[in-house]
């Protein structure tokens, strides 16, 4: 072939042409099923994406995550583990609701519809997916076990009803949960977020706040370390103690929750929260008439707001006062905005000289402040800065003298030894709200009754299965939709027969994504939420690949259930996912995309105008897989021309008609040696995750092989179809389908190395690199004079001193520096320095 042929060839190649043929030969040859079978000897890998919401077709951000997945997935395959690389949809949600009734369709109707494109555009993008495990979760099949499980925890006390306090979005005419305000408003609309008093359902997470916390350390080291962090964050584990306080007029005394009991003598006031059910108690005799309007104006702050430093505090005296139980002072009771409700007992002793939020409120109301604790900074009464470091402590009794650390053992002994306090634990953590008023979602399967109160579905009936409500209204009023649906809602209690009510809120679909791990493993299992064995085969998830955003709460309610399902016996280990990697997002022009900055880029525009091959190539490409891509700074083009570059290899091996078979061995051995080097390097860089680096060295192995055809020994050296079949597996984890195509061309590795029956590069063997080819044949020495580089030598990196000396001595650029100088020292380092020292 002529080096023009050569050329037209590339040109012509173009990776789109090529997409359908392979499409329909994988639906047939379905390379990447996992196998259940017990007596298969192939280590197992399990290998989860996070699965997508089907809000659409694919966008870029999922062409990114599922790039870096599935390159992943193929990586094990080739590795020749039996890998389980399955998919499903989080099928329920209020999104799905929100736009169904923008756009005059059924919940139902509009999500299968879209299920069913992502499915397709999937196929397309040349996903490595066990298609026969495929789950939804809207399927009565799927949350059915929602069901089950949540009546699991029921019995456990591990699900409750309670009334209290929640964020409720008059938009969506639902409950939120706090991390889903962002800045005070809902996440998804953006309108403002009201306190409200509902009853709802809670799952007991706080119960299991430890193990969730100590855990966390068994997974360092394999899960992101700012994942990890996030997840301590939120769980929030304070030490201290609890120290009851008594109020004048008052029988029961008040317990406060503080992390510096060493700072009690300098409480000078006493806070609680100003919406908590002290606080009207306190209050009720109605001496402060103001106190309700204030209550109202508190409620309306969210959290973040409340605890915000640059908000101005607010408060009311109470009237009343407490006593400190170490001294006796009487100090006075205020109801303020900033200390909150339900974060350890809602009430506070407030110690203005030591903590920065007590003396901001202190000095707006122009009350004492006491210092107990001497440190090197200035008087916080003076400056406005509290000072919270250590020192010792001073005004402070039988603590005077003491080091911050002393003081908080020493004061908890006291206050034990009188029976007016402990050293206790607070968290931050809430338990999980999980009810959610609306129609999309799992129905909580209890039944209300008049006599027996909360009753449990009996097990023989679930699936509760979620009423059609066809043509109803599916807008929000405050009450979920289903209430509307008489005949689903009114049943006879399961317990006496009674006219009851069937529960009509349904589950927040943090629910379903908790377990589905789990039920992948026997999708179809139809006596229980996943088979014991099936699970304690491919169980915990080796890999798990998903996004950054789900660092806290996804990750923290699946950890959770996993120890619940681990308590019940389910389960034979307490951590669902080994090892973590969260990918970056796809953002155009510095900003994350969106309609308003119409800097949207569309993922079935560019696969139209570059190819799936090229576009996967793009995305580990440009960047390590946790980081941002900016689509305005890549260059899917030169992707496509890297792809015609490799098929064209491909193409010139083939018609040099250099067979399959013909030891390789008998290559030339500087191309084996470089191809045998990015073999060692791209396994080691895609272990390590490093898939832009991997494709990298795939850049330089193409270049390499294609100087070794033009001006080396030539397309039908054996060399070079090692390099191209080489190219071909690795290449198979980025471009499937060129990798498919050059495969077939060079015919495979004999017939031999080919899992009978799999026709496919993905299914073959990962490439092993000879050690005796890794060997650097060379080093390069440096040689100075005088401390300056004069020559440079090629060496064996055995040489020995004297050996390298000579050479040195006798290179030419040490020859004409020594001109007219007299060598005094010469400083042999081998194989690597010589310096030669003279006048
Ligand atoms: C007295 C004190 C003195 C405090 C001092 C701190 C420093 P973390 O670390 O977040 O757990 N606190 C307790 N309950 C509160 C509530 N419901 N709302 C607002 N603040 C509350 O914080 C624990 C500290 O936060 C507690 O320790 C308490 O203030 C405050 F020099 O008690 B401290
Ligand atoms: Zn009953």
Not at 38 to 43: C, N, Q, S, T
Not at 320 to 336: F, L, S, T
Not at 601 to 615: C, F, R, T
Not at 803 to 820: K, N, P, W, Y
Request: charged share 25%.
């Amino acid at each position: 072939m002529t080096a023009v042929e050569n050329a037209d060839e590339a040109q012509r190649y173009d990776p789109r042409d090529i997409q359908d043929k392979w499409q329909a030969r994988w639906a047939e040859i379905e390379p990447f099923r996992a196998s259940d079978d017990p007596a298969d000897p192939r280590e197992r890998f399990y290998m989860v994406d996070m699965f997508p919401y089907p809000s659409g077709d694919l966008h870029m951000g999922h062409a990114e995550a599922y790039a870096v997945g599935d390159a992943m997935a193929r990586y094990w395959f080739l590795r020749g583990k039996n890998v389980l690389h399955p998919i499903g949809w989080d099928a329920f949600g209020l999104p799905a609701e929100n736009a169904a009734i923008r756009n005059n369709t059924h919940p139902v109707d509009w999500t299968y519809k879209n299920i069913e494109t992502q499915a397709a555009s999937f196929r397309r993008y040349a996903t490595s997916f066990d298609w026969s495990r495929r789950l939804q979760t809207c399927d009565p099949e799927y949350y059915h076990w929602n069901q089950w499980l949540f009546l699991r925890f029921f019995e456990r006390g591990l699900a409750y009803r309670k009334g209290g306090y929640v964020n409720w979005c008059p938009k969506d005419q639902t409950v939120l949960a706090n991390e889903q305000v962002i800045a005070g408003r809902c996440e998804r609309c953006g309108t403002e977020v009201v306190r409200r008093v509902l009853t709802q359902w809670y799952f007991k997470i706080t119960e299991y706040a430890d193990r969730l916390l100590a855990d966390a350390a068994d997974l360092e080291g394999h899960w992101p370390d700012r994942v990890l962090t996030m997840q301590r964050n939120w769980i929030g584990r304070s030490t201290g103690a609890a120290v009851d306080f008594a109020i004048e007029g008052r029988d029961e005394r008040v317990t406060v929750f503080t992390t510096r009991p060493d700072t009690l003598f300098g409480a000078t006031f006493f806070v609680v929260a100003a919406d908590s059910a002290l606080a009207s108690e306190l209050c009720a005799d109605g001496q402060r008439p103001d106190f309700e309007a204030y209550v109202e104006q508190v409620r309306k702050l969210t959290d973040i707001e409340r605890q915000s430093t640059d908000r101005e505090k607010t408060g009311v005296f109470l009237g009343v006062h407490a006593v400190n139980p170490v001294n006796g002072e009487r100090i006075p009771v205020w109801a303020a905005d900033y200390v909150l409700p339900d974060y350890g007992t809602g009430a506070i002793m407030a110690v203005p000289a030591h903590d920065q939020r007590d003396l901001d409120f202190d000095r707006k109301f122009g009350l004492p402040v006491r210092v107990v604790v001497a440190t090197d900074a200035p008087d916080p009464a003076a400056t406005g800065m509290a000072t919270p470091g250590d020192g010792v402590l001073v005004n402070s009794g039988p603590l005077d003298g003491l080091s911050k650390a002393d003081a908080i053992a020493r004061i908890i002994e006291i206050l034990a030894g009188n029976g007016l306090g402990e050293a206790a634990v607070n968290y931050r953590l809430r338990d999980w709200l999980v009810s959610r008023q609306r129609f999309w979602g799992t129905p909580i399967p209890i039944i209300h009754c008049p006599s027996c109160g909360e009753v449990p579905v009996p097990e023989d009936q679930l699936p509760v299965v979620l009423p059609d409500l066809r043509g109803a209204d599916l807008q929000p009023h405050g009450v979920s939709p289903l209430a509307a649906a008489a005949d689903w809602v009114n049943v006879d209690c399961p317990k006496c027969g009674g006219a009851a009510l069937r529960d009509t809120d349904t589950m927040d679909t943090f629910v379903d994504s908790s377990w589905y791990q789990f039920r992948y493993c026997s999708p179809r299992y139809a006596e229980g939420p996943f088979r014991v064995a099936d699970t304690e085969r491919w169980a915990p998830v080796d890999l798990y690949v998903g996004g950054v955003e789900h660092a806290i709460l996804h990750l923290l309610y699946a950890r959770f259930f996993t120890k619940v399902l681990q308590d019940m016996g389910l389960l034979s280990f307490g951590e669902p996912f080994t090892r973590l990697i969260n990918q970056g997002q796809v953002i155009n022009r510095g900003k994350a995309m969106s309609k308003s900055l119409g800097n949207g880029v569309d993922l079935g525009e560019q696969i139209a105008l570059y190819g799936v091959d090229a576009i996967r190539l793009t995305m580990v490409f440009a960047s390590p897989p946790q980081d941002d891509i900016d689509w305005a700074d890549v260059n899917p083009d030169a992707m496509v021309k890297f792809l015609g570059r490799v098929h064209r290899i491909a193409s010139d091996v083939t018609a040099a008609g250099s067979g399959a078979g013909a030891p390789a061995e008998d290559g030339d051995r500087e191309l084996r040696r470089i191809t045998h080097r990015v073999i060692d390097e791209v396994t080691r860089q895609v272990e390590d995750y490093h898939l832009n680096v991997a494709v990298a060295r795939l850049m330089e192995l193409v270049s390499a092989t294609r100087k070794a055809i033009d001006s080396g020994p030539g397309a039908a050296d054996p060399a070079v179809r090692e390099a191209a079949e080489a190219l071909a597996v690795m290449l198979s984890l980025f471009a499937p389908y060129t990798a498919e195509e050059c495969w077939e061309a060079l015919g495979g590795p004999g017939a031999g190395a080919r899992p009978a029956g799999i026709p496919s590069v993905a299914r073959t063997a990962w490439p092993a690199a000879d050690p005796a080819l890794l060997v650097q044949e060379t080093v390069t020495c440096v040689v100075q004079v005088n401390g300056k580089v004069r020559d440079r030598l090629e060496v064996s990196p055995e040489i020995t001193e004297d050996e390298l000396r000579d050479l040195a001595l006798a290179t030419q650029g040490v020859a004409r520096s020594l001109a007219g100088l007299e060598v005094q020292r010469v400083i042999v380092r081998p194989p690597k320095l010589v310096n030669i020292v003279a006048r």
